[in-house]
């Protein structure tokens, strides 16, 4: 059964986002996906952040990340990022050139219940809905992989176990589209940094982290008549 929610900010679970600038390509090849998780796990090992799941795309990635204290989840991915950059632009002899990333990383806070299962549907589907796959557990680039073969690799990114219990068909159900609903619902966190889940549980996690704004419509304010 799922946990109870959590609000308090080291226990709190959080997608994150961060796309290249321009939405340009920044893994090209293989060894560009197994650098970028080369220093995904050089960054745990300094900020021991529990990874739930993950998926590396072309031109930008996502991770569900479950901090343990305050303040790794934002120095976690500062380090992962400004890692990546220095070896990347190294590799190509581009120092100088210019941003690898649009600027900072998008991130919200999940509820570890069924609204935790959709944004993990959302993350390993990615490579799916993009066309780069005929399943989503053929993309080499992404957690999927691990609930097939139930096994880690040398090199593989390691995985934290969930705070809920991972449906038995859970690669079928990836591998099942996610409503029109869920996927505008989880856009919309993801553009916003709004918590996702339910009603009550969202409404006190905005108090505790201090995310008011998130739930303000965006656009011009309407005049006074």
Known sequence: MPRTARVAPGGVIFHVLNRANARSRIF???????????????????IPVRI??????????????????????????????????????????????????????????????????????????????????QRAEDWRWSSLGLSVTGTAKKGDVVLSDWPVSKPASWVSFVN?????????????????????????WKARTVAQLGLESTLRSRGRPRKEK
């Open 52 to 133: 739930l799941a993950y998926s590396i795309m072309p031109n930008h990635w996502h991770m569900v990340l479950w901090p343990t204290r305050d303040g790794d989840l934002g120095n976690f991915v500062q380090r992962l990022n400004t890692t990546h950059v220095r070896r990347w632009h190294l590799h190509r002899n581009s120092v100088g050139s210019g941003h690898l990333y649009q600027g900072t990383y998008k991130s919200f806070p999940i509820q570890d219940d069924e609204h935790f299962l959709t944004v993990c549907r959302y993350v390993e589907q990615n490579p799916l809905r993009a066309g780069l796959v």
């Open 28 to 46: 090209e090849k293989d060894l560009d996906y197994e650098a970028f998780k080369r220093v995904i796990g050089e960054t745990v090992e300094k």
């Open 176 to 200: 099942q589209a996610l409503t029109i609903k869920e996927l505008e619902e989880v856009r919309l966190s993801a553009q916003r940094g709004r918590p996702f889940g339910n009603e009550s």
